[in-house]
């Protein structure tokens, strides 16, 4: 079985600029997950997808992120304009279902530098 | 608001030495409590999970880890530690109903010495 794919791996940025990033959940989960994950903190919750649906946005910085899960699959995580502070592991999650305690499956992340 | 704390922030030990990492949460209801670990240039994965029943659940590797209701505790253990076992550990907890959302402590470096 395929894990959760994300792309780019790694992405270095100025800051105002804008920036995008990747991820393809394991076929059939129909939940998907993106964290932020500060050097030194575990990962915090940005938003999360019930199919192409949000299911909780309230840890999303949204004056300058924005995501998008249009046909239920993948999903793209934007930020713009990218401030220093963004600099952080993007990891994306997904799970079969929305349930309390449904295993998530993590990717690799996108390691986001801003300059 | 829920928070999850984890006192150790790395840890060294030598092989075969025992291991217990802490791990302790707030939450005013009935959680989900995870160990994942991450190793070095890998995912996060998941070590092992406690909904309900036996508070001494095991995890894949011969870890363990023990919930204490009375304490929010939810320690993660192994008897014996090998080199392959140095990693990240993160507790989470998701509550029991609701959104599936992951806290996360701010995890535990472990090293190994050979």
């Known amino acids: 079985e395929a894990g959760v794919a994300q792309s780019p791996r790694y992405k270095i940025i100025e800051k105002r600029q804008s920036v995008a990033f990747w991820c393809n959940p394991i076929s059939g989960h129909a939940t998907l997950y993106w964290y932020q994950q500060i050097l030194g903190q575990g990962p915090k919750l940005l938003i999360q997808?019930?199919?192409?649906?949000?299911?909780?946005d309230s840890q999303l910085p949204k004056d300058r992120f924005s995501a998008e899960r249009l046909k239920g699959v993948d999903s793209t995580l934007k930020i713009q304009p990218a401030k220093l502070e963004d600099s952080a592991v993007y990891l994306c999650a997904s799970s079969q279902r929305l349930a309390g305690g449904n295993e998530q499956f993590f990717g690799p992340g996108t390691r986001l530098t801003v300059l | 608001a829920q928070s999850v704390s984890q006192h150790n922030h790395h840890v060294i030990l030598s092989e075969a030495a025992s291991l217990e990492l802490g791990c302790n949460y707030s939450?005013?209801?009935?959680?989900?409590l995870f160990w994942y670990v991450q190793y070095p240039g890998q995912h996060l994965q998941l070590l092992l999970k406690y909904f309900s029943g036996d508070p001494l659940v095991k995890g894949i590797k011969g870890f363990e880890a023990e919930f204490i209701k009375s304490k929010f505790s939810f320690n993660l253990r192994k008897p014996s530690v090998q080199w392959s076992d140095t990693a990240e550990y993160f507790c989470?907890?998701?509550?029991?109903?609701?959104?599936?959302?992951?806290?996360f402590g701010t995890g535990t470096r472990l090293t190994v010495i050979p």
């Open positions: 939450y005013g209801g009935t959680v989900n």
């Open positions: 997808f019930q199919n192409n649906g949000v299911v909780d």
């Open positions: 989470a907890v998701t509550p029991q109903t609701g959104a599936n959302n992951l806290f």
